[in-house]
């Protein structure tokens, strides 16, 4: 599709008034997927804007599409058409080796399937992207034990993925994820594994990182803590973003915030 | 404010050699596996090259040992068994393999004196007198109570009266010249003999069409071996790198370069195919000789084994197993490293 290059300039100025970054922005982004002959349309073209410091939820059923955003703003695959734009950058301007400092660096990831590396400790998969990025073994350990403590696990850093359960090892991934002191945290179902302390406990870590550090937390949940406690929650279906809103805006009671 | 956009910087190769060691020590039971599928392909193929030359080998030294026979009977024929007797030998040049085997068999039979002359600074060869039985002399004692006076090694050999002169004092005038020689003296009552063979030419022809043979039949077996070394470690590679796609996925997610993945798998494969064409070769050749062994025999494979074409099938496992390891992890390792890390992320292999 064509776009209109004097909008898109048009784009980069931030809403008026509100005096808030625009740290990611999609614009109609679109994606199919091709198997053979037939094709998925994963996203039908989603537009939106995140904010710097923002904790955005976002809501779908399986299916609907939700991953995918979740990969294209998160520098993780190409869109079939549309922009995605991160801290104003095309990321699709950028090389290789400026994807990976921007995977590195910006953004935190934490997976669904966690998707730690099974063969090295705990400390060492915190310690990874550290040592992607640069940092020698002995600075990197200091601050891995760091971020470890901080989300509950330094008592086991020697452990394997394996021998920890699926709320220790979410925790891991989400050490992981604050590694490199990301301004973006991108989570898929950051509590679901959890227990409801601990749930709890994340929720409150992401709220601090975001008031203290201005970190802009995305994340895909149907927890409604964590639904209540961020700052907008958009639902997407079908590949469309179908809806925006305010935690306050929303009835959790009735049940048909779904 | 925003802020820019830099270029990831690549890590020092002692980085992805400590994850690759880790990764192997981790997965142990799985790099045995992938280790094991190296060992195999290598061991065939060194199997296969040390068994051709053992082959080879034993049938040059059966060979060798019809002819050192035969020759032997030649000389028993004119002089009757060779115990307490003394034989002379005059050496004109270097020694063929055949010839020194003969002598050896001559001065190891129970002759109670060699007497060896050497002509044209000819050497005589190391290992003889550890015999016991030799004796240096000088040309005019080399016939003293000898039962023959052998000729041999390549060189000119003395004529005429010279050679008649050879006999002084033997006890029995026997001539033989272990080579073929054209100018062969005619020395008065004195039986001169030939004690190599002309080989009748339907023999050679044999022998020619049955080196060809040989040379086409090796030569197969040697393409085959190689084509399933080849499929054997390129599927261990493979499969150990492909399962891994999800892993790699992740690094790059983190931020690992392409570049990092592409050299991790290079140094692993690497490692990998050395470790297992060193321990693949010993296996193959060991058990092609120990084969070998029970067929022929110790003895006969012992003595035709050829330590020089050993090193060098050795050398060229060893070669053949680190470069087809690497070929065969690089091509997907590379398709890994260029992926899409959404794409790999899904992989569930």
């Excluded at chain 1, 804007?49 to 993780?76: C, H, Q, R, V, W």
Aim: net charge positive.
């Amino acid at each position: 599709m064509k776009l209109d290059e004097a909008k898109f300039e048009a784009l980069f100025i931030p809403p008026a008034g509100e005096g808030k970054r625009c740290i990611i922005r999609a614009v109609d982004v679109r994606k199919i997927y091709r198997m053979g002959t037939v094709e998925t349309h994963a996203l039908r073209g989603a537009t939106l804007d995140i904010y710097a410091g923002e904790y955005l939820s976002i809501m779908g059923p399986s299916g609907s599409g939700k991953s995918t955003l979740f990969n294209m703003i998160g520098a993780l695959a190409k869109p079939t058409s549309g922009k995605v734009y991160i801290d104003q950058v095309d990321i699709a301007q950028l090389d290789c080796e400026e994807l990976a400092w921007l995977r590195c660096r910006k953004i935190g990831y934490i997976f669904q399937m966690y998707n730690l590396i099974q063969v090295m400790t705990c400390l060492e998969n915190v310690m990874l992207p550290m040592s992607f990025a640069g940092l020698n073994s002995e600075e990197a350990r200091e601050k891995a034990m760091f971020i470890l403590k901080l989300v509950g696990l330094g008592h086991r850093p020697l452990h394997k993925p394996a021998e920890l359960s699926g709320g220790q090892q979410q925790r891991c991934a989400i050490a992981r994820a604050l590694a490199n002191s990301p301004e973006i945290i991108l989570a898929d179902e950051p509590t679901a594994n959890l227990d409801l302390h601990t749930g709890e406990e994340m929720i409150e870590l992401f709220a601090r990182l975001r008031d203290e550090l201005s970190v802009t937390v995305i994340s895909a949940t149907h927890d409604l803590k964590m639904l209540k406690r961020s700052d907008r929650i958009l639902w997407i279906s079908d590949g469309r973003i179908v809806r925006t809103a305010r935690p306050e805006e929303v009835d959790f009671t009735s049940g048909d915030f779904h | 404010m925003p802020s820019p956009i830099r270029k990831q910087v690549k890590l020092p190769l002692s980085v992805a050699f400590g994850v690759v060691m880790q990764g192997i020590r981790i997965r142990l039971g799985r790099s045995l596996v992938t280790l094991a599928g190296v060992i195999l392909g290598i061991a065939f193929l060194m199997s296969i090259l040390v068994g051709q030359s053992i082959r080879r080998g034993v049938a040059a030294e059966v060979n060798t040992r019809r002819e050192v026979k035969r020759m032997m009977s030649f000389l028993t024929a004119e002089t009757g068994p060779l115990d307490d007797r003394v034989i002379g030998v005059v050496q004109v040049g270097p020694l063929g393999v055949e010839e020194l085997r003969f002598l050896k068999q001559v001065a190891a039979a129970k002759v109670s004196r060699l007497n060896w002359v050497t002509r044209n600074g000819a050497q005589a060869p190391g290992g003889l007198a550890a015999a016991g039985r030799v004796s240096a002399v000088s040309e005019p004692e080399v016939g003293r109570d000898a039962s023959a006076v052998l000729l041999a090694g390549e060189g000119e050999v003395p004529g005429g009266a010279a050679a008649g002169a050879l006999l002084d004092g033997a006890r029995q005038k026997v001539l033989a010249f272990t080579r073929k020689s054209a100018t062969a003296p005619d020395v008065p009552d004195a039986s001169v003999v030939q004690l190599e063979r002309d080989k009748p030419p339907e023999e050679l022809e044999q022998e020619r069409l049955e080196g060809q043979r040989t040379r086409f039949r090796t030569r197969w077996i040697i393409v085959i071996s190689l084509l399933v070394t080849v499929i054997g470690i390129s599927n261990a590679m493979l499969m150990s790198v492909t399962e891994r796609f999800r892993e790699i996925g992740t690094m790059k997610c983190l931020g690992a370069l392409s570049s990092f993945v592409r050299q991790m798998f290079f140094i692993e494969s690497g490692l990998m195919g050395l470790a297992g064409s060193i321990l693949g070769s010993l296996i193959g050749g060991l058990f092609a000789w120990l084969a070998f062994s029970f067929t022929y025999g110790a003895d006969l494979v012992g003595s035709s084994l050829d330590l020089g074409a050993l090193l060098g099938y050795f050398a060229l496992c060893v070669a053949a197993g680190v470069i087809l390891s690497i070929l065969a992890a690089i091509y997907p390792a590379s398709f890994a490293a260029r992926m899409v890390p959404a794409t790999a992320l899904r992989s569930t292999i």
